[in-house]
């Protein structure tokens, strides 16, 4: 069996974890293709090399010049090679990229060099060949395009009994590079798993697998042992960041598990991410809780808007036309409202768009109202279990929260709370309380 691996930004963040990291894929010879990320933060306070490059680029739009940003990204990849112990001229590679990036002066090419960078380094230290995404991975526009990358992509595997490939970009038909979005090395992993017909997709993080929820807000949840591919779609998207929300695509479409494995803690279980769903050894109906703040809620009522053809369809027309794309849409008999990321709405966009539905739909009454937090609950067992939403609301109220939303997602799969900001972290501690001890 062929596993392909990733290994994220804190396995990536200094000489000794690059060091564990070959520990981790010498140790088993399936381990054949590894995808790494660039050097995350080695203690809390420190910077991501995608963080400083992002700001290198802004210096350089600004001074025509590469400053500060790319001097601290110059020394941590020149730490890396010396703690590490490589002989290779890698002052002679940085100075090439620095030329580059003053060439090529894009945000995309800027941001993908660490990536690239410790993709060259790791390839050097297990004395194997590194693949260049911008050769491999191939976008056409601004989106993956699939059929053109895993043609030229298992081509470029199948003569390689090891390789390293660089995460999180590629490049469009014009040979432009282009990035996912942020946390895009899972994506790239899995397209690597994929391409190579992998029988398991390994994610090497910081963490011994999927928790129950974030551990910013409850110390220690319980890890999740499995979950199935439409959970952790679930999950990702709400909140859960320990895997990019897109990376389920690739794997999903070949049936091949992912396994979430901590760098720093090999020997522990982890969580495996499977195509159907598992029975919970507890019997628990949640699996996980995921969330995000910072929504907007425009509340629209109507009297008979039930019996009003088209009502949805105008004020939608509304969102499409400003570009918005909305995360739910929570309607009554005569009541409907959208949930949108707030982000979206700033600088007099929310007051327009309000003002344009009004005009389209001639409500009874439209208002607004943000700072709102969304929680999900998770698991294919919440909806054949009677009374898990009984529990779910009992636990809320409390913690004395007022609910200000809520949507019984149509997936079957999750149920949506929408609370005050504020109240965000009580009520996830609330319900994990009452499912997970
Ligand atoms: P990497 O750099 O390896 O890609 P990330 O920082 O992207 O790692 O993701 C791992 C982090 O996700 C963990 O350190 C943890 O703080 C955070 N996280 C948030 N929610 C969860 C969750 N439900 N389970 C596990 N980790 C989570
Ligand atoms: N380095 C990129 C980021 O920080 C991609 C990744 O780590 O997955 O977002
Ligand atoms: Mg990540």
Not at 76 to 98: M, N, P, Q, S, Y
Not at 118 to 140: K, Q, S, T, Y
Request: aromatic share 8%.
């Amino acid at each position: 069996m062929i596993k392909a691996c990733k290994f994220g930004g804190t396995s990536m963040a200094d000489g000794t974890n690059f060091l564990r990291v070959k520990e981790i894929v010498e140790g088993d010879e399936a381990r054949r293709y590894i995808v790494v990320s660039a050097p995350g933060k080695r203690y809390s306070g420190d910077s991501k090399v995608t963080d400083l490059l992002l700001s290198a680029h802004e210096e350089l739009l600004k001074t025509g010049r590469l400053g500060a940003s790319f001097g601290r990204v110059r020394e941590r990849f020149l730490h890396i090679v010396l703690e590490i112990g490589l002989k290779i001229d890698f002052g002679r590679i940085l100075d090439e990229t620095a030329q580059e990036i003053e060439a090529e002066r894009s945000e995309a090419f800027t941001a993908s060099r660490g990536e690239y960078l410790a993709g060259r380094i790791m390839a050097e230290l297990l004395g194997v060949p590194f693949l260049d995404a911008r050769e491999v991975i191939r976008f056409c526009g601004d989106r993956f395009d699939g059929e053109t990358t895993y043609t030229i992509l298992r081509e470029a595997l199948k003569s390689k009994k090891r390789a390293v490939v660089a995460g999180y970009y590629g490049a469009d038909e014009t040979g432009r590079v282009r990035t996912f979005s942020r946390g895009g090395s899972d994506v790239t992993g899995a397209i690597v798993a994929r391409a190579a017909g992998a029988g398991l997709y390994e994610n090497w993080t910081d963490v011994s697998g999927f928790l129950a929820c974030d551990p910013h807000i409850v110390p220690s949840p319980a890890r999740i042992e499995a979950l199935s591919y439409k959970e952790l779609r679930e999950l990702s998207y709400m909140g859960a960041n320990v895997m990019h929300s897109e990376s389920i695509f690739p794997v999903r479409e070949a049936g091949i598990p992912i396994r979430i494995c901590n760098t720093f803690r090999p020997e522990d279980g982890g969580t495996y991410i499977l195509p159907k769903p598992q029975e919970s050894e507890e019997g628990r109906p949640v699996t996980g809780i995921a969330g995000k703040k910072n929504f907007t809620v425009i509340f629209l009522e109507k009297s008979l808007m039930n019996a009003e053809i088209g009502f949805a369809y105008r004020a939608l027309e509304v969102l499409m036309r400003h570009g918005i794309s909305f995360e739910h849409m929570p309607s009554g008999i005569d009541t409907m409202s959208f949930v949108i990321d707030s982000e979206q709405l700033k600088g007099g966009a929310l007051e327009q768009i309000e003002a344009e539905i009004g005009a389209a739909v001639r409500p009874d009454r439209i208002t607004s109202f943000d700072n709102i937090a969304l929680l999900a609950v998770v698991g294919h067992g919440i909806h054949g279990n009677v009374g898990t939403s009984a529990r779910l609301f009992r636990a809320i109220a409390r913690a004395g929260v007022n609910v200000r939303m809520i949507d019984q997602g149509s997936s079957e799969l999750n149920i949506i709370v929408g609370v005050d900001n504020e109240d965000y972290e009580r009520t996830v501690r609330a319900v994990y309380e009452e499912f997970f001890k």
